[in-house]
Each structure stands twice: as C-alpha cells, then as structure tokens.
C-alpha cells in the first residue's frame, strides 16, 4: 500500500512570492491534515479535512494560506505571499479510523 | 499554551540499554496518546500508541507506561539499537480517529554503538 505523497520535497523561493504544496492521501483515507512543523519543534495542524470539507482550520493564518482538498481525495495548500517565518517543514497526514499516517513533508525555505 | 510537555529535549543512550522518554498532558479530556518515529528528512511515523484506559503497552522492545492520576506517560525503548537512533514525538488527542494531535517539542535520541 502506497504511503501519503507529497511533492514537492524541497521549495525554495523569495518572500513575497506565491508558493504551493500537494498532498495525495492514502487512498480510501477520508480525513486529510495538513501540518506546518519547524526547526526542532513537533508538527502543528494548519487545517483538517473530512472527505471534501474544512472541518478545523483555527490554526490556518487565512490572510495568506488557503488550502482546498476538491473531490476528497488530493489536496493543496497555498500561501500567497510567503514570508520569512514560512520557512519550515509541511506535512500532510491521512487517516480513516484509526492514527495518522504522515508523508514527507516539502521544506519550504523563504529567502 | 503547551498541552504537552516533553523531555529530555536530548538523550544518549549506550547499545543495548534502555531508553525512556517523558512526556506530560494537561487536558483530562485527552483520552489517546500515541508516540512517533521521525528520522531526518522523513515524516514522523506512527510507532506506539495508547488509551487511558490500561496503564501499559508493549509492542516488541518499544513500552508505553500511562499514570492517569498523574497525567503522564513515557516510552521506554529496551535493547536500544543505533538504528533507533531519530527524534521520537509524543502527542495526545480527544479521540483516535480523526482528531487534532497535540504534539510535544520532541526528544533527540543518540544510541551509541
């Protein structure tokens, strides 16, 4: 069984320019997670999605993320324009009913 | 606020001896508590996990031990191997399934060969 991709691994970019991550889940997995986990900190969840609907999305700084997860199954998180506190590794993790599974993760460096 | 707490932030541990990680929660309402996996430049893995409900698991060399009234729970790694060398995450939740995971700052861990 193929694990939670994500693509891509590593993104490097200036502040200000518009970045995006993808997420394809364990497939059959209904509930997808997007985490933001920095330098020697454990993850944080940005955002949790059950089949197609933003279920939890406190943590999500909405002036610049967006994420969407269309037809339940991928999805993608964006942050529009980054800034230099962005830099630090994304995570997504799936799960149907019992843990999550993480992928990853893309390093985003914001120069 | 830091709902769970964990340490050592560093641990080094001689080959073949035990390793044993802490962490502590301050929701009651926390009711599972799993611990992950993480090598460098990979995504943290699901290693061990368990509900209030006993006070210990063992999965192979890796145990769990849970004291409710305390409000803690720690790993404890037996025969420590140099490949379990990475840094290893509590996290608790309301629920197993699809719930937030609360996660801890996270515990270096060094096996020496």
């Known amino acids: 069984e193929a694990g939670v991709v994500q693509s891509p691994r590593y993104k490097i970019i200036e502040k200000k320019q518009p970045v995006a991550f993808w997420c394809n889940p364990i497939?059959?997995?209904?509930?997808l997670y997007w985490y933001r986990q920095n330098l020697g900190q454990g993850p944080e969840l940005l955002i949790r999605?059950?089949?197609?609907?933003?279920?939890?999305d406190s943590q999500l700084p909405k002036d610049r993320f967006s994420a969407e997860r269309l037809k339940g199954v991928d999805s993608t998180l964006k942050i529009q324009p980054a800034e230099l506190g962005d830099s630090a590794v994304y995570l997504c993790a799936s799960s149907l009913t019992g843990g999550q599974f993480f992928g990853p993760g893309t390093r985003l460096t914001v120069l | 606020q830091q709902q769970v707490k964990q340490s050592p932030q560093s641990l080094i541990v001689q080959k073949g001896g035990i390793s044993i990680i802490n962490c502590a929660y301050e929701?009651?309402?926390?009711?599972?508590f799993p611990w992950y996996q993480q090598f460098p430049g990979k995504g943290p893995a699901l290693l061990i996990a368990i509900r209030p409900d006993v006070s210990e698991k063992k999965e192979g060399r890796f145990t769990i031990s849970f004291n409710k009234s305390a409000k803690q729970f720690s790993l404890h790694i037996m025969d420590s191997q140099p490949g379990d060398s990475a840094t290893y995450f509590c996290?608790?939740?309301?629920?197993?399934?699809?719930?937030?995971?609360?996660f801890g700052q996270g515990t270096r861990l060094t096996i020496n060969p």
């Open positions: 996290a608790a939740s309301k629920g197993q399934g699809a719930q937030k995971l609360v």
């Open positions: 497939s059959g997995h209904n509930t």
């Open positions: 999605y059950e089949n197609e609907e933003a279920v939890d």
């Open positions: 929701n009651t309402a926390f009711d599972y």
